[in-house]
């Protein structure tokens, strides 16, 4: 028998292959918290006082699906 994974409140994180500027992530992926599905990006970055660190961010699945859509309300 199978059971069915529950992904909720987890995500993975891989290594940006795809990176050719410095304002790419250096890891992307995805994340769900809550039952909502996002786009997570992380970059390594330092600083003096903390030291090495991740910064990240997330991006709704949905915004970037309508964004790609384009913007042509009315295709008729």
Same mark, same amino acid.
């Given at each position: 028998? &199978?059971?069915?994974?529950? $992904?909720? $409140?987890?995500?993975?994180?891989?290594?940006?292959?795809?990176? =050719? +500027? =410095?304002?790419?992530?250096?890891?992307?992926?995805?994340? $769900?918290?809550?039952? +909502?599905?996002?786009?997570?990006?992380?970059? &390594? +970055?330092?600083?003096? +006082?903390?030291?090495?660190?991740? &910064?990240?961010?997330?991006?709704?699945?949905? =915004?970037?699906?309508?964004?790609?859509?384009?913007?042509? =309300? $009315?295709?008729?």
């Amino acid at each position: 028998m &199978s059971k069915e994974y529950d $992904n909720t $409140n987890s995500g993975a994180l891989f290594r940006n292959d795809r990176k =050719e +500027k =410095e304002t790419q992530p250096d890891l992307r992926g995805k994340i $769900n918290v809550d039952g +909502k599905d996002f786009y997570i990006s992380a970059w &390594s +970055k330092q600083s003096d +006082k903390a030291g090495k660190y991740m &910064s990240l961010a997330l991006t709704p699945v949905e =915004e970037k699906a309508t964004a790609s859509a384009g913007s042509d =309300e $009315n295709p008729f």
